[in-house]
């Protein structure tokens, strides 16, 4: 088995970003691999903060937009609401800033599983997740949507499109 290093992991998330065309700068002063990176979508810039470690990548994943003083508790209720529909992951709000990241991360203890495909899926999904629960945050932000509404549209789609058959 070929030993797979944080260096080899750090190769994989720099190959993904030069795909992407993100702008990204090493964090040459920390001893674990970071990278930040600047990903620009059609409708939301995403700042991801990429952490490589021996046995783990932690990504946290920030919008550029900030929750106002105003809008933070109803914010935190819709991310709360969200959460529980992640597989991987999980939405935060700084409360005294309103800063809004979603933090996953990708254990590599198991090494034979590792590859740049499944790096590449690890720091994609943030950017898939973002653009879904997009809309509702910022209709909760503005005050459109309560909480309860913005987080009860998405789980409805995310039932309509399930055909597994279970009940939601």
């Not at 952490?51 to 106002?68: G, K, N, W, Y």
């Not at 969200?82 to 090494?111: Q, V």
């Not at 945050?137 to 055909?163: F, T, W, Y």
């Amino acid at each position: 088995m070929a030993t797979v290093t944080k260096t080899k992991i750090y190769r994989w998330v720099k190959k993904y970003l030069d795909k992407e065309k993100a702008y990204y700068k090493k964090d040459d002063v920390k001893k674990e691999l970071q990278t930040v990176a600047f990903l620009d979508d059609n409708e939301n810039s995403i700042i991801m903060i990429i952490s490589c470690h021996e046995m783990l990548v932690e990504i946290d994943a920030c919008f550029e937009h900030f929750a106002d003083e105003k809008s933070r508790i109803n914010v935190l209720e819709y991310l709360m609401r969200i959460n529980s529909n992640l597989k991987n992951g999980c939405f935060i709000i700084n409360l005294e800033n309103g800063e809004i990241c979603l933090r996953s991360n990708l254990n590599t203890f198991d090494r034979e599983t590792l590859s740049d495909d499944l790096i590449g899926l690890t720091l994609a999904g943030p950017r898939f997740i973002f653009n879904y629960y997009y809309k509702g945050l910022l209709d909760v932000m503005s005050g459109k949507k309560s909480p309860e509404q913005a987080a009860n549209e998405i789980l409805r789609r995310n039932h309509e499109s399930c055909s597994c058959g279970c009940e939601h």
